[in-house]
């Protein structure tokens, strides 16, 4: 998908997910959203453009860290529910409960039995979420082998993203079969009426993130709000105040002007080294004539 057409699309979208997000708060809805699937499938960027321009106080993104010692001797779905949503709010949950059926599972951090109890449990919890009036939406993003390994390899060499590698992620390569297989098992036990798993083609990230927030909008019966309009008042005369002196507070260095200076500087030194290889060039150009000229009257002589 083209970029330019892309982000036309994507701010018309992300138009309408405010208009969701007013609704929720009129309302009271409570709705959840679950990000699952593959290492570098584009979980996380595409939650950055579902939130973008929504309120952080209504919509909270979740992303809980590994599990503490006390965590694991407690009812595996109990320290997910803390952050389920109150009225008028809306959880996007990056990674969820599904970690015991994905990377719990494949890398042996639970055992067989706390496995298939959660594939008993999940339906049995889900139903009751969405019996309580919970809105709960459940995505897999999809992703080849080939471009997931090529994304890993651009985020080990791009030190501003090489944080989002884990060992964990790298041994997926190694597990890829595995991870099929525990995603088939997991569908076939968790793909459930009430919260159906939909599946994302997000080999194009670009594609994914439009197909993903038009579809998520088609999930939750908003309307559009009508809301009252902000009159900014006039500002009143000043009533005499006059501000303490400036030294007498800390402030903050202007690095920026630092940088524009620096800028300008670099800016005059390309210049000058333009010039000075051009005059360079134009010395070669002279003396490269000069002697073809010589080099011709000697051939007439």
Not at 201 to 214: F, L, P, Q
Not at 215 to 223: A, D, K, M, R, T
Request: proline share 5%.
């Amino acid at each position: 998908m083209g970029k330019k057409l892309y982000e036309s699309e994507l701010m018309v979208l992300q138009a309408k997910l405010v208009d969701m997000q007013a609704w929720v708060q009129a309302t009271g809805a409570r709705v959840v959203v679950i990000f699952e699937g593959r290492d570098a499938a584009g979980k996380g960027s595409t939650i950055k453009r579902v939130s973008e321009y929504l309120n952080p106080r209504v919509t909270r993104i979740v992303a809980l860290p590994t599990p503490s010692e006390r965590d694991k001797t407690r009812w595996y779905f109990q320290r997910y529910v803390p952050h389920l949503p109150a009225a008028g709010e809306i959880v996007l949950m990056d990674r969820s409960w599904y970690n015991r059926a994905g990377v719990e599972h494949v890398m042996g951090y639970c055992t067989s039995t706390e496995y298939h109890r959660f594939l008993h449990q999940t339906p049995i919890f889900e139903r009751m979420l969405v019996e309580d009036g919970i809105i709960l939406i459940k995505y897999w993003f999809s992703v080849s082998d080939v471009e997931q390994e090529r994304r890993f390899r651009d985020r080990a060499d791009d030190p501003m993203r090489r944080w989002k590698l884990s060992p964990n992620d790298v041994l997926s390569i190694t597990k890829w079969e595995d991870y099929s297989r525990a995603k088939d098992t997991m569908f076939v036990h968790t793909d459930i009426p009430e919260a159906k798993w939909w599946e994302v083609d997000n080999e194009d990230k670009r594609r994914g993130r439009i197909n993903t927030i038009a579809h998520l909008l088609s999930q939750v019966p908003y309307e559009t709000v009508e809301r009252e309009d902000v009159i900014v008042p006039p500002r009143p005369a000043s009533g005499g105040y006059e501000r303490p002196p400036r030294d007498f507070t800390s402030h903050v260095p202007d690095y920026a002007k630092d940088v524009e200076k620096r800028h300008r500087a670099e800016r005059i030194d390309a210049s000058k080294s333009k010039r000075g290889r051009e005059k360079e060039a134009a010395k070669i150009a002279d003396r490269e004539q000069a002697a073809d000229e010589k080099q011709s009257g000697s051939s007439k002589d």
